[in-house]
């Protein structure tokens, strides 16, 4: 037998794994680096976190990937690059990282790399009838398993979609295992470049939807308009601005907010074009930047409490725990939690997974199922969602 496969085989045996989970989202802050010890799969999965840390990205490497994300024309040669580039980079940071935590290669069992995307199309967003869903993640796992040494999943999308899914949002199969709760409703929202959420009810269906942006474009304004910042921190630029009820009624006013649940979408629709556009349909050319600051704040706030609105209404003794960088946002959770009250917003912690690790340890969650639980599990609560196992395999030899 091979030895990679006998390998597989005596991890997919063993009580409890430790297994990495990788994420890159949208924000292009960094690549979150979890290593988690999980034990058991399916409803029976229990996961610590035993180490977490977001490496962040050199400005060069952000640069090149803006360079080619959500664009309809790129440099093809840059593409493939690109995404040799990316799995080198990754299988570095967690050679990195491993040596950071002095932990050896040997303790991890399992990589879950998410890859990078660098375009999301849903049939709804490209509209072409006769062509799938379509998603692409780059940045190759034979190169993160090969510089590792270690086993590691990749491309987690791709068999979603093979099932007739949109290939995303995928947070609700580890929401599932790791949130739900028997006696109350549970919302987990999480606020990456895109904001998304999950509803899990304590009986019937599980629901997992993007609302629109999060992160966003609130991040590219501030690229555009304060050189050397990233983002909003602690939203200290917003917090200047006056909210212009004009531009909020036109960023407000793109179909995709009226599409049913659930829906997907990405920076191939909410980017700076979309932005200058809702600007210019105000007829205003000069909207003070700190009131466009404020605006999109109240935008990516407003988005997401409609879309969670409607399920808190059918649901029972609801919490709603809260993941990702814009829950370090503090004007756009207040206004979220005085609108949703009295639903209690607290943040993943609560459950001992610290909210920027929250999607790197699902992807962690995801790789462990696909090694050792039964996809068919998934198909009880997750009706509108394909019940398979995701991830390839690559093996360091
Ligand atoms: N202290 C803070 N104040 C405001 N925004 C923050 C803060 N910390 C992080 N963020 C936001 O969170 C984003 C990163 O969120 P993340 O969950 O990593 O998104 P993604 O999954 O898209 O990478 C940053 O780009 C920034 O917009
Ligand atoms: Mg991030």
Same mark, same amino acid.
């Given at each position: 037998?091979?030895? @990679?496969?006998k390998?597989?085989y005596?991890?997919?045996?063993k009580?409890?794994?430790n297994i990495?989970?990788?994420?890159s989202g949208t924000?292009?802050?960094?690549?979150d680096?979890?290593?988690? @010890?999980i034990?058991?799969h399916g409803?029976n999965?229990? #996961?610590?976190?035993?180490?977490f840390?977001?490496?962040?990205?050199?400005r060069?490497?952000?640069?090149?990937?803006l360079?080619?994300?959500?664009?309809?024309?790129? /440099?093809l040669?840059?593409?493939?690059?690109?995404h !040799?580039?990316?799995?080198?980079?990754?299988? /570095?940071?967690?050679?990195?990282?491993?040596?950071?935590w002095?932990?050896?290669?040997?303790h991890?069992?399992?990589?879950?790399?998410?890859?990078?995307t660098?375009y999301?199309?849903?049939r709804?967003?490209?509209?072409q009838?006769?062509?799938?869903?379509?998603?692409?993640?780059?940045g190759?796992?034979?190169?993160?398993?090969v510089?590792t040494?270690?086993?590691?999943?990749?491309?987690?999308?791709?068999?979603?979609?093979a099932?007739?899914?949109?290939?995303?949002?995928?947070?609700?199969y580890? &929401?599932?295992?790791l949130?739900?709760?028997? /006696?109350r409703d549970?919302?987990l929202l999480?606020?990456?470049?895109?904001a998304n959420f999950?509803?899990i009810?304590?009986?019937g269906? #599980?629901l997992?939807?993007d609302?629109g942006?999060?992160?966003?474009?609130?991040d590219?304004? #501030?690229?555009?308009?304060?050189?050397?910042?990233t983002?909003?921190d602690?939203?200290?630029?917003?917090?200047?601005?006056?909210?212009? &009820?004009?531009?909020?009624? !036109?960023?407000?006013?793109?179909?995709?907010?009226?599409l049913p649940f659930?829906k997907?979408?990405g920076l191939e629709?909410?980017?700076?074009?979309y932005?200058?556009?809702?600007i210019s349909?105000t007829?205003?050319n000069?909207i003070?930047?700190?009131d466009?600051?404020a605006?999109?704040?109240?935008?990516?706030?407003?988005?997401?409490v409609q879309?969670?609105?409607?399920?808190?209404?059918?649901?029972?003794?609801?919490?709603?725990?809260?993941?990702?960088?814009?829950m370090?946002n503090?004007?756009?959770?207040?206004f979220?939690?005085k !609108?949703?009250?009295?639903v209690?917003?607290?943040?993943t912690?609560?459950?001992g997974?610290?909210? &920027?690790a929250k999607?790197?340890?699902?992807?962690?969650?995801?790789?462990?199922?696909?090694?050792?639980?039964?996809p068919g599990?998934f198909?009880?609560h997750l009706k509108a969602?394909?019940?398979?196992?995701?991830?390839?395999i690559?093996?360091?030899?």
């Open positions: 037998m091979n030895q @990679n496969v390998r597989l005596q991890i997919a045996q009580k409890s794994r990495i989970g990788l994420m924000s292009l802050d960094g690549l680096v979890a290593l988690c @010890n034990s058991g409803n999965t229990t #996961v610590k976190v035993e180490k840390i977001t490496w962040p990205y050199a060069g490497y952000r640069e090149k990937l360079e080619i994300i959500s664009k309809k024309n790129v /440099d040669e840059n593409l493939c690059l690109l !040799e580039l990316t799995g080198l980079l990754h299988g /570095d940071i967690i050679n990195k990282c491993l040596k950071k002095k932990t050896d290669a040997l991890v069992d399992l990589i879950a790399s998410h890859g990078q660098i999301h199309a849903p709804h967003l490209h509209k009838k006769d062509l799938p869903n379509a998603t692409l993640q780059i190759d796992a034979d190169h993160i398993a510089q040494g270690i086993i590691t999943l990749s491309d987690f999308r791709q068999k979603h979609i099932a007739g899914g949109e290939g995303a949002p995928l947070a609700a580890g &929401d599932l295992l949130f739900k709760e028997s /006696d549970v919302f999480n606020i990456g470049g895109i999950t509803f009810p304590a009986k269906n #599980v997992s939807t609302t942006p999060g992160n966003t474009l609130m590219h304004w #501030v690229q555009m308009n304060f050189t050397g910042f983002y909003d602690n939203a200290i630029i917003a917090k200047k601005g006056t909210i212009h &009820d004009g531009l909020l009624h !036109e960023l407000k006013s793109h179909p995709f907010f009226s659930p997907t979408t629709l909410f980017n700076r074009t932005l200058k556009n809702a349909r007829g205003k000069k003070p930047i700190y466009v600051m605006t999109l704040n109240r935008f990516t706030a407003e988005t997401i879309s969670v609105k409607k399920y808190i209404q059918l649901s029972h003794k609801p919490i709603m725990y809260v993941s990702g960088g814009g370090h503090p004007m756009l959770m207040d979220i939690e !609108e949703i009250s009295p209690k917003m607290v943040s912690t609560q459950k997974i610290e909210p &920027d999607e790197a340890v699902l992807f962690a969650v995801l790789a462990n199922e696909t090694v050792a639980g039964q599990l198909a009880k969602m394909p019940a398979v196992s995701m991830g390839k690559s093996f360091p030899t």
